[in-house]
Nanobody, 119 residues
């Protein structure tokens, strides 16, 4: 079983910054994808940023403001969020995908962390 835990959410004023962190643990052989997603009240979950072994991608809505990066151990991922806007308010979820020790692929989600940006 693979566990994913996010941290770092909170309340910030518009224009401020927050850094989200995510750590995956358990019977992991390899993680080849990690991503951040968010869901605002009444809206569908959307992709914020993703990272693989050789590429990153960010949504147009956050491009130039958010930066995704992975830790050296490849089991952690961070999301540096700068110049935050009220429309960034949402629950942010981390997703990790890869291989378990049984050589079966997994995809695991964290419980989410709330980010609230006040105007």
């Amino acid at each position: 079983q693979v566990q994913v835990v996010e941290s770092g959410g909170g309340l910030v004023q518009a224009g401020g910054s927050l850094r989200l962190s995510c750590a995956a643990s358990g019977n992991i052989v390899k993680i080849d994808f990690m991503g951040w997603y968010r869901q605002a009240p009444g809206k569908r979950r959307e992709t914020v940023a993703t990272i693989t072994e050789d590429s990153t991608a960010t949504a147009d809505a956050v491009k130039g403001r958010f930066i995704i990066s992975r830790g050296i151990d490849k089991k952690t991922v961070s999301l540096q969020m700068n110049n935050l806007k009220p429309e960034d308010t949402a629950v942010y979820y981390c997703n990790a995908r890869g291989l378990r020790s049984s050589m079966v692929r997994f995809t695991s989600w964290g419980q989410g962390t709330q980010v609230t940006v006040s105007s």
